[in-house]
Nanobody, 122 residues
Framework: QVQLVESGGGWLQAGDSLRLSCAAS????????MGWFRQAPGSEREFVAA????????NYADAVKGRFAISRDNAKSTVYLQMNSLKPEDTAVYYC???????????????WGQGTQVTVSS
């Protein structure tokens, strides 16, 4: 089972950009679809974005379409989430996840990271 470690969170102003990274180890990264979820205080964890094994397909939540971009580097066993035009409602703990494909990842990820906090002030 792959282990995931997120990095790149921080405290930002509305309109800023930020890139999160998630490094994988202990498994065959290139055989997993990868994704990002987030959980705001008092809310359930929600899907943000996902990318297929080879990066040919991506999937986004409506709330982040056009602002966020997911990408992966299989040679580095790393997945990224580029977040632009950040809003206060993007404030959450962001989690990296792995799954056998995008559809399964959205409902039952195989692995989770520990999370990284992103705080956006107005």
């Amino acid at each position: 089972q792959v282990q995931l470690v997120e990095s790149g969170g921080g405290w930002l102003q509305a309109g800023d950009s930020l890139r999160l990274s998630c490094a994988a180890s202990g498994g065959t990264f290139s055989s997993y679809a990868m994704g990002w979820f987030r959980q705001a205080p008092g809310s359930e964890r929600e899907f943000v974005a996902a990318i297929s094994v080879r990066g040919w397909s991506t999937n986004y939540a409506d709330a982040v379409k056009g602002r966020f971009a997911i990408s992966r580097d299989n040679a580095k066993s790393t997945v990224y989430l580029q977040m632009n035009s950040l809003k206060p409602e993007d404030t959450a703990v962001y989690y990296c996840a792995a799954g056998v494909n995008i559809q399964v990842l959205r409902t039952a990820p195989t692995s989770w990271g520990q999370g990284t906090q992103v705080t956006v002030s107005s």
